[in-house]
């Protein structure tokens, strides 16, 4: 989700650089179905609507109104602009509810920037808030409304987060200082309640928990015990220290949390032993990434002190988060890569669906079906129904048909003459297996969310800038795509567990107006309502679709939230709601059951190429000169009361 160093630095899909996918030519039958989608010629001679001023100054109204269909939000428009702080669309209240560092337990310390420890950390709330989940509790003795939140930590930015250390780097960052990261990856659990003032998080609740990278964890599924998984520290291959990296997740239907673990390369320091067997693996995945500098003094972290470690990391976590001395679970089932979102959905049959996609440019969109069914009547049934299913891998065609292929160790090309000698090999090795399998190289699949109601779901493609234009396909039609795409897969009649779909494209993002982008916007969306680079994603209670940026920054314009129609002759159409601070990326997005409350996070705010912890971009979202930029959880909710987004 982060602009991080793997999608600079890794190789990308081998798959993707021998030009066998391109099929530019079918690019031009695959626009929208709707067929308003024309691309920027259908928008040529458009007076697009303008808002004069940065952000907050005042609503910026839509396009030409649809004869016919009413908008299906209702709230008035941003204007798009970037400056040191967030604003939200008028008539709405945004308020911050929890920053790195503030007090999660009785016994928390008081955040001290300029004193930060790895013991302190693991007591308060961690850095580059994200994924956003909401579990809901039974009301308290006053009748307040309850429930937990779930929220994963991504990453550490070290020079932003300690003072003293940008000069220096990397010599100037010491043990503690890994430390103190390694306690700032991982998820928080906090209860939060609604009171007279809103919702609150509440500090000291029973039910509250830091995760971390030290936090010990269960490996189960085909890659449980697995010699692969086996270290000095774990010579039984099923237990491990913590998670990190943790980029989007989901919430299963019994309330379980689940933590995608991403951009695990960049954690690891060192050279494998000479003809190390797992060198081409590690070399799919991008590792060593180094990002961090944990392996220079924690040997876990050192390829040449725990070769097998990098293995162990890469999968999607589950937690119970009401039960707050659970052992978390790594659910090899769901496989290895660089996982972006966890979203679940059921089947019409009562199998258990996860979509996630692999974010790194050329890789692919996967989605796993359980062999057990949900049971609603009794929780602990379903305690272990990721551990067994099939994991399915995506082909774009360019009929419009997607073709999910399964990757099960001794099917086609998956054998042991390719080196997959059991499952386990499979699910270690699930970008090769999909390599080979011949999946579509996408550009950077990230969020993808379902809607139980229709049958569709929502593939955000952020963007991909190194695609040659021999590389284009119907699926990925734009070559050095900086602004990302959205395609739609429709799965029959409802079913998600099934191996065919339907696909289309939703938008291709950009401005509209300049032609040699190729954006494609229903020409009703306003100069402000259009975005770059689309990420994280959610539906709220009316099933309305709502759109996370990271990257929009390259449009001019501060990352944020836009809603974004999807029926009728308003699909395609964007609404701008919510604008970053910048330097941030907007993460997150979750709204309560009934839809009148929002929660959001934003994302390394003060970030940039020359900001460090004396000199951030800005200090949101306290402005104070004693502390540095904060990364933060938002609640939105309605001034008037009320569905956000009307």
Known sequence: MAVMDDRENTPVNPRALSGAEAIGDVVARRLSRRGFLGGVTALSGLALTACAGRPGTGAAQAGPSAPGQAPAFDFPELARGMDQTHHVAEGYRAEVLLRWGDPLFADSPTFDPANQSAEAQSRQFGYNNDFIGFVPLEPDATGAERGLLCINHEYTNTTLMFPNVAAGYPASVTRDICLTEMAAHGGTIIEIRKGAD????????????????????????????????????????????????????????????????????????????ANHPEAGNYKRMGIPGESYQWGRHIDRFNLARAPNEPNRFGWIVEVDPLDPLSLPKKRTALGRYKHEGAETVLAPDGRVVIYSGDDQRFDYVYKFVSAGRYDPGNRAANADLLDSGTLYVARFDADGSVTWMPLVQGQGPLSPANGFHSQADVVIEARRAGDLLGATPMDRPEDIEPDPKTGRVWVMLTNNDMRQSGQVDAANPRAANRFG??????????????????????????????????????????????????????????????????????????????????????????????????????????????????????????????????????????????????????????????????
Request: aromatic share 8%.
């Open 198 to 273: 809103g919702w609150r998080p509440v500090a000291g609740a029973p039910l509250n928990r830091r995760i971390t990278a030290d936090t010990p964890m269960q490996i189960t599924g085909p890659a449980s015990g697995h010699d692969r998984l086996k270290t000095p520290d774990d010579p039984s291959g099923t237990l491990v220290l913590g998670t990190m990296n943790n980029c989007a997740g989901g919430i299963t239907p019994w309330g379980t949390y689940l933590l995608s673990e991403e951009n695990i390369n960049g954690n690891f320091l060192g050279d494998l032993p």
């Open 485 to 646: 795409h959205i395609i739609e897969i429709t799965e029959p009649d409802g079913d998600f567990a099934s191996k065919a779909s339907r696909w289309d494209i939703l938008v291709r993002c950009g401005d509209p107006s300049v032609a040699e982008v190729g954006a494609t916007w229903n020409p009703l969306t306003s100069e402000n309502g259009w975005l770059g680079s689309p990420d994280n994603c959610a539906l709220d209670a009316q099933g309305r679709l709502w759109v996370a940026t990271d990257g929009n920054e390259n449009t001019g314009a501060a990352d944020g939230l836009w809603a974004l129609e999807t029926e009728g002759e308003r699909r395609g159409t964007g609404r701008h709601f919510f604008s970053c601070p910048t330097g941030a990326e907007m993460c997150g997005p979750r709204f309560t059951p009934s839809g009148d409350a929002l929660f959001l996070a934003v994302q390394h705010p003060g970030d940039g190429d020359d900001a460090n912890y004396e000199a951030p971009a800005t200090r949101w979202p306290d402005f104070d000169d004693a502390m540095p930029p904060r990364p933060s959880v938002m609640v939105i909710t309605r001034i008037e009361g009320g569905p956000v987004g009307g």
